[in-house]
């Protein structure tokens, strides 16, 4: 078969950015780039199952080939809730389909925190060649990405978003630096940069003063045009140039690099925005955006796009020039007042700063309630009730504003009580820009609860399926979580209030509860499982957790069970499925007892016992006295080695806990028993040693071991 050009992957690739650009013709620029696949790849058809953004239904169906109708409502009717299910079906299905070759399957998937899709292509070229497969993963990367923008930028553009203040964008293109700022934050945020800078294209030269998170007061630069990154795009027409490493960059200038070096940058992304001719944009560059980073870390496909939504919105810019003037004979300035708003909305992670701002400002009182009537501060809710009741009795200086916003089906509202007229004189859309912000910063909040709510489900996982221990210790301390020592509480609440991802106020009423009886995170396991790893000396009461609970869940049981003690983190991968397992089952089987103390009596319970801890403590010393004073003398730590030989039963054990080749284990133990005169010792003595190794590593606990204590659960006291 002759080989099809492949140069029009160019176009496909275009199109698959113009559809991240323009969301407005996002599934225009999708089938169109889906048609050209056809052509260049050659291809029969084409399939993306999609996830939707809107969640009211999760996926839908992109499809370009033979029998577009058929194959459409083909796919459609084997959609389910999960992608998993999803794929399982259609593999097992497509080779059903007699008039299609065998398909290709790729599965997309963007950083975990976002939504998978899946892309299907029918071809009969098997198996693809070198070029095509290059062409494919490209492409590949290209979907991954507009998947990860479609998730985000509802965050940033939306018409809640500053970025859709048109009063705002007006003021930037009359250079009013307050509107600069925001515009630079925004930026930040969108991009996950760490400093952002704009720089002014004049006749001769690139001048730079405004920046966001640079360390220095005075960063700023001069360069010639022509010259160093931005030359670069001045003078070649790019579209942007990003910048790997700065240090070993060929875009170095004198007048330049010892200013970013001395803010230690190293990955640069840099944008163009065009000025104004007539009514159009005309091919002069007015304006260069500048995001970067302190690390060696490139800025992303979706960060890259993202950023360049923002420079959409400020093209094109007025033709530029040397007076700079902020003020405008038709355009009032924004107001410093205004300013630090902005800078509040775009930088507040929690609804409780911007409560805190607004009550000052109006020199009264705030507060933020979901759809239920409950304020986003959970502390806060005595205070609603007042507010609510001097609302209802009529009393002056209180309203109520719905939060109302497209798309927003059952929105919150704002309860105020005012000592100054609102809105005031000079900020007649004071009401407008509240909703906004409400809706831009309770955004924000559900986006980073639900990213960490991800990374720890992720680690559960990882947990259940026997990953690394050395990687989970890592993990679990970065995620805040009691790795090595805790007590573990599962809970078990009904299919009829199935916690979902998009139920995500819901989870978050959850977390909150058992964040305020028991100060520690709820992990989320699927839709209808919570863990809890509770400090190993937490005195917390399952009753009122369940009480509260109930306040969620009623009039549906919920089920917890505790009392469960790990002592390492192999101790909890040990006990995690069976706890998960017996919470199940009492779902399941609709278990009258609602709290299930699951503690079992052993070794453990001789150890918390204080009358009895320094009589252990001694015993243990004293058998293993020989080795202790042997290592002293030597420099050796054959008494580790000793203790968790006998705890864990196999020096290969050892030997991958502490890092060890087992010969080494072999001879350190070999070693240690003459010490001891092991060989020569009764049954007895071999039990003691047993008995005092436990005791002595719940001493001494080694720092490279994580299942020290796992071994007393084959030791129970019955």
């Known amino acids: 078969m002759e080989k099809k050009d492949l140069n029009p992957r160019r176009d496909i690739i275009d199109h698959l950015k113009t559809a991240a650009l323009f969301p407005q013709r996002r599934g225009e620029m999708i089938t169109r780039a889906l048609q050209e696949l056809l052509i260049s790849l050659p291809a029969i058809g084409t399939a993306l199952v999609w996830p939707c953004q809107d969640r009211k239904v999760p ?23 999960s992608l998993d299910a999803t794929l399982s079906v259609l593999q097992k299905d497509l080779s059903k389909l007699s008039d299609m070759p065998t398909p290709h399957l790729m599965r997309l998937q963007p950083v975990p925190m976002f939504t998978t899709g899946l892309w299907i292509i029918w071809t009969p070229l098997f198996p693809l060649l070198r070029e095509a497969l290059d062409c494919l993963e490209e492409i590949r990367q290209i979907l991954e990405a507009l998947i990860e923008v479609e998730s985000l930028e509802k965050h940033y553009f939306s018409s809640t978003s500053p970025l859709s203040d048109q009063a705002l964008l007006e003021a930037l293109a009359q250079g009013d630096p307050h509107a600069l700022s925001a515009i630079l934050s925004m930026t930040r945020l969108a991009g996950n940069a760490e ?202 200086g209180i309203q109520v504003i719905a939060l109302d916003a497209p798309g927003v089906s059952a929105p919150g509202h704002i309860y105020l009580r005012s000592a100054i007229t609102l809105p005031p004189i000079w900020w007649p859309d004071f009401f407008a820009d509240l909703v906004v912000a409400c809706h831009l910063i309770i955004g924000r909040m559900e986006h980073a609860r639900d990213y960490l709510a991800r990374q720890r489900e992720q680690w559960l996982q990882d947990v259940l399926q026997g990953k690394s221990l050395r990687q989970l210790r890592q993990d679990g301390y970065r995620l805040g979580l009691p790795v090595e020592e805790g007590q573990l509480w599962v809970i078990a609440w009904p299919s009829q209030r199935m916690l979902t991802r998009q139920e995500t106020r819901q989870r978050t009423l959850a977390e909150n509860i058992v964040l305020d009886q028991l100060e520690s995170p709820l992990l989320f396991l699927g839709d209808d499982i919570g863990v809890i790893l509770l400090g190993s000396h937490t005195d917390a009461d399952p009753c009122k957790l369940r009480e509260a609970l109930l306040t969620l869940f009623a009039p549906h049981p919920v089920w917890i069970l505790y009392g469960m003690h790990y002592h390492s983190l192999h101790d909890l991968q040990t006990m995690l499925a069976q706890r998960i397992s017996q919470a199940q089952k009492a779902r399941r089987e609709a278990h009258s007892e609602y709290l299930l103390n699951l503690q079992t009596p052993g070794l453990e319970s001789l150890l918390a016992n204080p009358r009895l801890s320094e009589d252990l403590h001694n015993f243990a010393t004293k058998l293993l006295t020989p080795l202790l004073e042997y290592d002293r003398s030597k420099g050796t730590d054959l008494t580790t080695t000793f203790v968790l030989t006998q705890m864990l039963g196999s020096t290969q054990a050892v030997g991958d806990e502490l890092g060890l080749h087992a010969n080494t284990i072999r001879n350190r133990l070999r070693k240690a028993e003459d010490i001891l005169g092991v060989e020569e010792a009764s049954p007895q003595e071999r039990i003691a040693w047993g008995f005092a190794s436990f005791i002595w590593m719940s001493f001494h606990p080694h720092p490279l071991s994580d299942v020290a204590h796992s071994a007393s659960r084959q030791l129970r006291v019955t």
């Open 59 to 81: 996926w839908k169906i992109y499809y370009a080939g033979t029998r577009r109708e058929s194959m459409q409502r083909w796919l459609t009717a084997r959609l389910h809730y």
């Open 195 to 396: 400093v952002v800078a704009w720089g002014q294209v004049y006749r001769d030269i690139i001048e730079s003063t405004d920046q966001q998170g640079a360390q220095q007061s005075g960063f700023g630069f001069t360069v010639p045009l022509g010259q160093g990154v931005h030359g670069r795009i001045i003078t070649s027409g790019s579209q942007m140039v990003v910048v790997d490493d700065y240090r070993n960059s060929p875009y170095r200038h004198p007048r330049v690099s010892h200013i970013l070096d001395s803010e230690q940058l190293r990955s640069i992304f840099a944008l163009p925005i065009h000025t104004r001719s007539g009514q159009g944009k005309s091919e002069h560059v007015g304006g260069v955006l500048y995001a970067a980073r302190r690390v060696v870390k490139p800025f992303s496909l979706a960060e890259q796009l993202l950023m360049q939504r923002v420079t959409n919105l400020l093209a094109p810019l007025p033709p530029p020039t040397r007076v700079t003037s902020f003020s405008s004979s038709g355009l009032n300035p924004i107001s410093e007042q205004q300013a630090v708003w902005y800078k509040l909305i775009l930088q507040a992670n929690h609804i409780a700063a911007l409560e805190t701002w607004v009550g000052q400002f109006i020199k009264g009182m705030i507060i933020v309630a979901d759809s239920d009537g409950r304020p986003y501060v959970a502390a806060r809710n005595e205070q609603l009730e007042h507010l609510r009741a001097a609302f209802d009795s009529s009393m002056d």
